[in-house]
């Protein structure tokens, strides 16, 4: 009889714990959310943006309030397709020429005459090595710029992530964790088990 009467007991015992943990833990919450930023606010909230990335929501939280950061940040988008549209117009003949040369090439291996084939091979390789002679500048110059472009987004993201180290760090500050209420949990869980030994 004493059995039947500990096994509801302890179950009462065990919801009750839950319950005031879990009161507990939303008073925490709350007092939590009064010393936060509204950026800490937003890293709680789970809510991720472009990629997926956490560093990328913080920083457009701290966009939000900063026209200094809005500007940076539409100067870099701006940078960024000027870049597209100065060096496509270059790529693009480079690119049809670079393509007519192979086409040629391809073609004259159908020549079966072979003196005719080797003069028009030599011919097409002459224009070739004149035109890359020609473009040898312009072709530097891309480079230089999609190795900027390279440069200013890997800078840009170092950028982000030191701008938003300081925020993560005032949301931990803001959810301090404490052994406390752990070692207690567990010591709940102990007794329970002790009890749970006993039982036959």
């Given amino acids: 009889m004493k059995k039947i009467f500990f096994i509801p ?36 909230k789970n809510t991720y943006s472009r990629d997926g990335n956490l560093v990328h929501e913080i920083y457009q939280e701290l966009i939000k309030n900063d026209k200094a950061l809005q500007d940076l940040d539409k100067r ?24 007519y040369y192979n086409d040629a090439t ?10 005719t084939k080797k003069q028009i091979e030599r011919e097409i390789k002459a224009s070739s090595e004149k035109y890359e002679i020609k473009t040898q500048t312009i072709r530097d110059l891309i480079t230089k710029i999609k190795a900027n472009k390279t440069t200013v987004h890997d800078q840009y993201l170092i950028f982000k992530i030191r701008k938003t180290l300081p925020e993560i ?20 869980q102990n007794q329970l088990l002790e009890e749970l030994k006993k039982l036959k």
């Fill in 169 to 188: 760090e005032k949301y931990q500050k803001a959810h301090p964790l404490k052994t406390d209420s752990l070692n207690q949990f567990i010591n709940k």
């Fill in 9 to 44: 007991a302890l179950t009462f015992s065990i919801i009750s714990c839950t319950e005031n943990k879990s009161q507990d833990h939303n008073i925490v919450e709350e007092a939590a959310e009064n010393t936060e930023s509204s950026v800490s606010s937003s890293i709680k």
């Fill in 76 to 99: 870099i988008t701006v940078i960024n397709k000027e870049t597209e549209d100065v060096i496509t117009g270059y790529d693009d003949v480079i690119q049809k020429s670079e393509t």
């Fill in 106 to 115: 391809a073609l004259s291996n159908s020549v079966t005459d072979s003196v």
